[in-house]
């Protein structure tokens, strides 16, 4: 596992004018990969690696800990969202991996704790606010969260550790999600979240 980049570093860098003097010290300082992307102003990255291409990461975010970012082309980030994993999961030789898969969005103000992996599938987007992405504090062995592709993640939605959305389903305001959903096409909604509807395709209705 890589040793930690230290924080006021990477506090420096953030505090730094332009995206591509942040770059520049990024790749040299704390060896991270990226590639014809942006990085936001006083967004801190203070984590084992990143590795992002034609993507973007916008501002006042803040990323800490023994874990690893993915980002694949187009994908992109908003601003004011917190990544996070504990110090105790390092002790307990844990690195946890956040994937944003081809054109996959996380908007605004969203918390994710990274003591697992957690996967947003191609084209998904985590909108609205305030949702929470769990991956520790389960019985379960398996603490990954993944959401498949094409999927649409309403506000303030919590999701447990171990759990998923397949691909192509809607996720509605408030929901409390503590399994797995493997059938695709799926409205989810409720405390604990269930399917309420089936074949929907929150796609075309928005279009």
Known sequence: MKKKPYLLMSIFIAILPFNIVRVIL???VLKYKIENSKIGWLTIL????????????????IFTGPFEV?????????SFNYFRSGNWARNMKREGKLVLNKEALIVNQHYFDLFGTIII???SIVAGVRSQFWTHGSMNSEVNITIGQECYIGSGVKFAAGTS?????????????TK????????IGG???KEISSNVDWRKKWK
């Open 121 to 123: 599938g191609e084209k």
């Open 46 to 61: 203070s984590i084992n690696q990143l590795s992002i291409k034609d993507a973007s990461i916008g501002s006042f975010n």
């Open 165 to 177: 959305i397949a691909d192509f389903s809607l996720c509605a305001l408030g929901s409390v999600v």
């Open 70 to 78: 993915i980002m694949e082309s187009s994908s992109a980030i908003g």
């Open 180 to 187: 797995k959903f493997i059938v695709p096409n799926k409205l």
């Open 191 to 193: 405390v604990p979240a």
């Open 26 to 28: 990024y790749k040299l």
